[in-house]
Structures are given as C-alpha cells and as structure tokens.
C-alpha cells in the first residue's frame, strides 16, 4: 500500500481537529538528507471577511518564504513535499499528538500519542469566539 491514502486520512485529522477546535499546530519536518528547505509550518489565520485561511511559512536555511491558502489548497501545495524531502507531517492537537510518517518503502502510517498542547492555537480560540467554526 502506498502512502497517499494514509495521507489522505492524516489530513482528514487535520480538517477535524479544526472543525471540532482542537487544532494547535502543524508541520512537516525530518527531510530525507541536507536540503535546503528545512521545514514548513502550518497555521490558521482569520481573513478580513470572517472566514479562515492557513499561513504556510516554509523555512529554508537563508530565507523564510510565506504564502496564503485556503484548507484545501494547502492540501495540494503540501502534498508534493511529502517523500520530497518530507518523511513526516505532526499534527498537534488539544486530544492527541498525530503523526503521520513514510517510510522507504512507500508504506505510510500514523501514530497517536498523548497530546503535547493543552490549548488550542490563539487562532483557533479566536475562531471559536467569533463563530467562524
């Protein structure tokens, strides 16, 4: 089996923990080798309308780079940093750790741990409090 569904379920987590407000952070690290990009994080931000979007700051080792999505377009602008040079993606969230992982084989997993945060992200209380999820 390959990783893409796994994938796919990782990132189900990841639309859950925000929907339910649980969401504290994301990001992709343990890159395969010295490159250049070093990792990349996620983060909510509220847009002027009242509506939600995701900050990802992909931090190289001369420069930080961040661009604005929404949910689903993160998704797709992650998805070709996996296995290039990503080997894992950790989701932080108020009930568990969630990490999802590639191994050389293709063969993806995740893995549920205690959870390392015991607050939300600011963001997402913020959406919270306003009625934005």
Excluded: C
């Excluded at 602008?77 to 950790?90: C, D, G, H, Q």
């Excluded at 995740?110 to 934005?132: C, D, H, R, Y």
């Amino acid at each position: 089996m390959s990783y893409e569904s796994i994938l796919k379920e990782f990132w189900q987590k990841v639309k859950e923990s925000i929907q339910s407000g649980t969401f504290a952070k994301l990001t992709l690290a343990k890159t395969i080798g010295d490159t250049e990009i070093k990792n990349i994080y996620f983060r909510l931000v509220i847009n002027e309308d009242n509506t939600y979007g995701v900050s990802l700051t992909a931090r190289y080792k001369t420069e930080e780079i961040e661009s604005f999505h929404t949910l689903d377009e993160a998704f797709i602008v992650l998805t070709p940093y996996i296995k290039n040079p990503f080997l894992t993606a950790l989701l932080f969230t108020t009930d568990a750790d969630i990490t999802f992982k590639v191994n050389k084989k293709n063969v993806g997993s995740i893995i549920e741990q205690a959870p390392t945060f015991k607050n939300a992200s600011p963001v997402m209380l913020e959406m919270i409090e306003k009625g934005i999820i």
